[in-house]
């Protein structure tokens, strides 16, 4: 098992809505081992198929009551309000609170092709809510309120700029890599 690298906002990726899967097989399974190996060690309590680059419609979850896959969801019926501060491992060291439906009903098929269907409350709705956002290209930021959104321009222009200075630091050093491979007869 191995880790993928989560793809963060402004990756185009997170903004394109994913295909249905069409068929549960040995890499799907292979690539939700993965993917749970990416989301303790990131930590977080979910995560989708775009936030590793894959544009299918599933995603992984473990909120410490339950854990498990969950392949082409809907939610068939929401209900009631919630406000829950949120974040996202796309979006990282940044949340904010966002109203939701409390409860929701979603449906779905599992690894192994059972259906599955489940009532969910409070956190679990929000988490599943959130995960099937990441399937239709939509992320939190775009749940916020005019005030949020001024707040959140700045802090996200922030990370841009952090993340952009990492890529360079990380491009030096395949230069320097790169100029040591030269080198060799
Ligand atoms: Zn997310």
């Not at 599943?128 to 700045?154: N, P």
């Not at 952090?162 to 320097?176: D, S, V, Y």
Request: glycine share 10%.
């Amino acid at each position: 098992m191995s880790t993928h690298e989560i793809r963060v906002i402004g990756d185009p990726v997170l903004r394109t809505p994913a295909a249905e899967v069409t068929e549960v097989d040995g890499s799907l399974v292979r690539l939700c081992d993965d993917m749970f190996t990416t989301m303790y060690a990131a930590p977080g309590i979910g995560l989708a198929a775009p936030q590793v680059g894959v544009q299918k419609r599933f995603f992984v979850y473990d909120h410490g009551e339950g854990s498990g896959v969950i392949v082409n969801p809907q939610i068939v019926e929401s209900d009631g309000e919630w406000v829950y501060e949120e974040g996202c491992l796309s979006v990282p060291g940044l949340s904010w609170e966002i109203v939701r439906p409390k409860t929701i009903h979603l449906v779905g098929i599992d690894l192994d092709g059972n259906n599955v269907s489940i009532e969910a409350d409070a956190l679990e709705a929000r988490l599943f809510q959130h995960e099937l956002d990441h399937l239709d290209g939509v992320l939190l930021v775009d749940h916020l309120d005019d005030e949020q959104r001024r707040d959140a321009r700045r802090a996200l222009s922030e990370l841009a700029m952090a993340r952009a200075g990492l890529l360079e630091g990380a491009r030096a050093q395949g230069k320097t890599r790169a100029s040591g491979g030269l080198q060799l007869p």
